[in-house]
T-cell receptor, first 114, second 112 residues
Framework: EPEVTQTPSHQVTQMGQEVILRCVPISNHLYFYWYRQILGQKVEFLVSFYNNEISEKSEIFDDQFSVERPDGSNFTLKIRSTKLEDSAMYFC????????????FGAGSRLTVL | QKEVEQNSGPLSVPEGAIASLNCTYSDRGSQSFFWYRQYSGKSPELIMFIYSNGDKEDGRFTAQLNKASQYVSLLIRDSQPSDSATYLCAVSASGSARQLTFGSGTQLTVLP
């Protein structure tokens, strides 16, 4: 079983609606990430998060996206106004503080925007 | 634009053979290199990582890195049908210890 738990596993939403994807890493992870994979395409970096703030983000991570870790355990990705092209598998990942940036991925949340 | 290139395949090998997967990258400053396996509809799972030029072995898997040629490969010895998956090469971005750039993956099929 993945050490990173994601919910929901699948969400279907209407274009323009807000979506929140949730992730629960295990406690000794310090860095948290969101990646996405559009069907048939590459895994793409969205954002990394450390010490309760964004440390890096990609061009994809525009103003419609936000992340937070509101209660010290759950790590969330919010998409404010979904577009058709946001349909993808969203992977949460986590890593420790030292050594290689070895990512442990969650099982993913499939987002379908209609 | 930092690129990671892989042959998309499909690559088919018979059971018991050696599968060779290749990856090139454009960012000369990359320091860490990863191979992930992804089964259809599943998340990537780490096979191994490599930092230094040369070979690194872990069981049936050997990663090879040549920074001068900007080339990294993965060899799978004694391939099994359960190795059938898409293999993703991922490279750390220079100036960033935490962001990975993924290739599009090579689909491997091991024939019984």
């Amino acid at each position: 079983e993945p050490e990173v738990t994601q919910t929901p596993s699948h969400q279907v939403t209407q274009m323009g609606q807000e979506v929140i994807l949730r992730c629960v890493p295990i406690s000794n992870h310090l860095y948290f990430y969101w990646y996405r994979q559009i069907l048939g395409q590459k895994v793409e970096f969205l954002v990394s998060f450390y010490n309760n703030e964004i440390s890096e983000k990609s061009e994809i991570f525009d103003d419609q996206f936000s992340v937070e870790r509101p209660d010290g355990s759950n790590f969330t990705l919010k998409i404010r106004s979904t577009k058709l092209e946001d349909s993808a598998m969203y992977f949460c990942a986590a890593s420790g503080s030292t050594g290689a940036n070895v990512l442990t991925f969650g099982a993913g949340s499939r987002l379908t925007v209609l | 634009q930092k690129e990671v290139e892989q042959n998309s395949g499909p690559l088919s090998v018979p059971e018991g053979a050696i599968a060779s997967l290749n990856c090139t990258y454009s960012d000369r400053g990359s320091q860490s290199f990863f191979w992930y396996r992804q089964y259809s509809g599943k998340s990537p799972e780490l096979i191994m990582f490599i930092y230094s030029n040369g070979d690194k072995e872990d069981g049936r898997f050997t990663a090879q890195l040549n920074k001068a040629s900007q080339y990294v490969s993965l060899l799978i010895r004694d391939s099994q049908p359960s190795d059938s998956a898409t293999y993703l090469c991922a490279v750390s971005a220079s100036g960033s210890a935490r962001q990975l750039t993924f290739g599009s993956g090579t689909q491997l099929t091991v024939l019984p």
